[in-house]
């Protein structure tokens, strides 16, 4: 944690969805998308949030901005409770936190030309009159390295980092503090990605953006992040500031998921610590500690009791009983 104030924070938030009914009609357990997350994104920083495919990653961020509603818990922006506003209480909650979607053409209408896209949020916000509006798309769009004259064009006439460019832009329009990146970058060339992250950067420092960086790509996370969440099954397992993080990582899962990042020199050698079996179901979580059936260091306890987050060092927690006080 930063020394700063948070602007959004999740305490001990659950998403729970109905996974349909079993055998003979009775019901089934419910899927835990998001399960006790406690977690701070504070002014001007970008929290890094990682893990597998199907952590519950997208849905936290998601549910974070009320695009999903929480099942309990509480969302907290800039200290007051949003967890069960009235979408007109939300308006300037949404105008001030948006998102960049993992797709980008899924995520633009078809039907919109780019400029229109652009405009819509201050438009929905009733902000500026259409020149003023028209001006800002113009501002927007070579900010964002496209040219004022695209905003005339369908989304079918860009390439896909520039669609995700305006989608930033998009993002930008309303003067937001905060935006959540649900994996901005997977869907992009290896090539363009870097030009993404730049931007992203530059826009951070120039406007005092914070960020909510979701992504399964460690390396770009240890570029951008200045804190780092790792999540697995639902929950938060550890989070630690990145230098932290990535010189000590505590959790066996944080370690597993550093240990395959590929390494470009071949001549190096390093540890490789093997996790077996894949990520269990959300409709059947094992008891005890969510990680337990593929944790090299597994101890009974570990079967009967899920951890609690437990101090490693100043600002850095791990769920994991290998740290618990023994007094």
Not at 115 to 129: A, K, P, Q
């Amino acid at each position: 944690m930063t020394g700063n104030r948070a602007i959004l924070e999740a305490r001990d938030l659950r998403v729970h969805f109905r996974a349909g009914s079993g055998l003979f009609g009775r019901s089934r357990a419910p899927l835990r998308a998001v399960d006790g997350v406690d977690l701070a994104v504070c002014r001007g920083e970008t929290l890094g949030l990682v893990g597998e495919s199907g952590c519950g990653k997208t849905t936290l961020g998601r549910t974070l901005i009320r695009l999903i509603e929480p099942t309990g818990g509480g969302i907290f922006f800039e200290g007051r409770q949003i967890t069960h506003a009235s979408e007109k209480a939300l308006r300037g909650f949404r105008r001030r936190v948006q998102m960049i979607f993992q797709d980008p053409q899924a995520s633009l209408n078809p039907r919109m030309k780019a400029g229109d896209v652009v405009e819509e949020g201050l438009i929905v916000h009733r902000l500026g009159t259409k020149r003023e509006r028209r001006e800002r798309v113009a501002e927007l769009l070579d900010r964002v390295g496209l040219r004022p004259e695209d905003a005339g064009k369908y989304p079918h006439e860009f390439s896909g980092g520039q669609r995700q460019r305006i989608g930033i832009a998009r993002a930008l329009s309303t003067s937001p503090c905060l935006i959540v990146a649900d994996e901005p970058l997977s869907a992009l060339d290896v090539s363009i990605q870097a030009q993404i992250v730049n931007l992203l950067l530059d826009l951070q420092r120039s406007l005092g953006l914070a960020y909510l960086f979701i992504s399964h790509d460690l390396r770009v996370v240890e570029q951008v992040s200045d804190r780092v969440a790792v999540m697995y099954l639902g929950r938060i397992v550890e989070s630690a500031p990145r230098m932290n993080l990535f010189a000590n990582p505590s959790h066996p899962y944080t370690r597993a998921l550093l240990a395959a990042i590929p390494v470009a020199d071949p001549e190096t050698r390093r540890t490789v610590l093997r996790v077996e079996g894949d990520v269990p179901s959300p409709l059947a979580p094992p008891p005890g500690c969510p990680f337990h059936p593929r944790c090299p260091h597994c101890m009974e306890v570990c079967r009967r009791e899920c951890p609690a987050a437990c101090r490693i060092e100043a600002g850095h927690t791990a769920a994991c009983h290998l740290y618990d006080d023994p007094g």
